[in-house]
């Protein structure tokens, strides 16, 4: 059973920065694609990262692009989110996601398994 497990929210003020992290485990995730969605209340889930296991190939929503970068650890198995110059509008709920059939995609309905979430704040 695939398991996604995020971690590494927070409350923080406008400009700081936080890492997310999801570990995964139950799979070989070396031919899957990972994202990070996010949403606000009263917002549909939006696109914010993506990563191929394989040989780390990326894609950056366009709000993000510059400041948001992903990556991962093969051995350990994890994800990884660096969120720089945050803003306020960058407060969600972020969640972890994999596909089982990269290439990447920004569609959520495209990802198979799904984190709990994990809370993002960002303060004025």
């Known amino acids: 059973q695939v398991q996604l497990v995020e971690s590494g929210g927070g409350l923080v003020q406008a400009g700081g920065s936080l890492r997310l992290s999801c570990a995964a485990s139950?799979?070989?995730?070396?031919?899957?694609?990972m994202g990070w969605f996010r949403q606000a209340p009263g917002k549909e889930r939006e696109f914010v990262a993506a990563?191929?296991?394989?040989?780390?190939?990326?894609n950056y929503a366009d709000s993000v692009k510059g400041r948001f970068t992903i990556s991962r650890d093969n051995p350990k198995n994890t994800v990884y989110l660096q969120m720089n110059s945050l803003k306020p509008e960058d407060t969600a709920v972020y969640y972890c996601?994999?596909?089982?059939?990269?290439?990447?995609?920004?569609?959520?309905?495209?990802?198979?398994?799904w984190g709990q979430g994990t809370q993002v704040t960002v303060s004025s």
């Open positions: 996601a994999a596909d089982r059939t990269p290439p990447l995609s920004t569609n959520p309905a495209a990802y198979d398994y």
């Open positions: 139950g799979r070989t995730f070396s031919r899957y694609a």
């Open positions: 990563i191929t296991w394989s040989v780390g190939v990326t």
